[in-house]
């Protein structure tokens, strides 16, 4: 993550995000194995796609979202943990994808002699909690009880684009999905959300789906051909 944030800085000099990250990183225990887990994914990439998601990264870095600074850069940092995911399934030759202004998808690998696809999306906050935090106001915590309507939707919106960009190459892949946050950040109905996922990943014509929650620990549902397999194992 060093080298990436000197580059942000080289390409950016008047943008403020990373000025006190040193500190950040001191005071923060999350935000040190937030940095660790994306620093572990880079490791394993080869130098061409680490090249091009820096190349992604730095264009997307002033992305922003009302209530999530610097959105589109994180998300493309995503990849990394599916190309991660790619060669631990045991896949070859994974590589990252350049952009082309096409309806491509981010990452390519090697499934026996067939080339396949992945493509990446990231999900966070909703805007009705985006609104919450701003509003600074009591509400029931009652509607954290389960996944709205909203993250669904959004969620089915993501795979139906994710398999368009996976099919626009002719051939088939794995949709991964990274939540970034949900709403309830503490995960106390985390068995609950994970249920309407799986329930929801059974519905899409998406063959394969890796849902990834969060950046650490290992809660996943992965839904592969004809098959749906839960592990919401923390590590």
């Known amino acids: 993550m060093a080298a990436l944030i000197r580059l942000i800085k080289e390409n950016y000099p008047y943008d403020k995000f990373f000025e006190s990250v040193g500190e950040t990183l001191r005071l923060s225990k999350q935000a040190r194995a937030s940095y660790r887990a994306y620093d572990k994914a880079f490791d394993c990439m080869d130098q061409a796609s680490w090249e091009r998601l820096s190349k992604k990264a730095v264009a997307h870095f002033r992305d922003h979202r009302k209530g999530q600074l610097k959105q589109g850069f994180f998300n493309q940092l995503n990849e990394a943990f599916a190309y991660q995911f790619l060669l631990r399934q045991g896949y070859t030759h994974v590589s990252v994808l350049p952009e082309d202004g096409k309806t491509t998808p981010d990452l390519s690998y090697r499934h026996g002699n067939e080339t396949r696809y992945c ?117």
Do not use: C, W
């Open 119 to 235: 493509e990446v999306k990231s999900i966070g906050i909703s805007e009705a909690q985006i609104n919450r935090r701003e509003a600074e106001e009591g509400f029931d915590g009652s509607i954290y009880y389960e996944l709205s309507v909203g993250f669904l939707r959004k969620l089915d919106a993501d795979l139906t684009m994710a398999y368009k960009q996976i099919t626009s190459k002719g051939s088939d892949g794995i949709a991964f999905i990274v939540v970034m946050s949900f709403d309830d950040f503490t995960l106390s109905h985390y068995e609950r959300y994970r249920v309407q996922i799986a329930q929801q990943l059974s519905q899409t014509e998406v063959p394969e789906v890796y849902v990834k929650v969060g950046l650490l620990g290992a809660r996943i549902i992965h839904k592969r051909a004809r098959n749906i397999g839960i592990s919401s194992k923390t590590q």
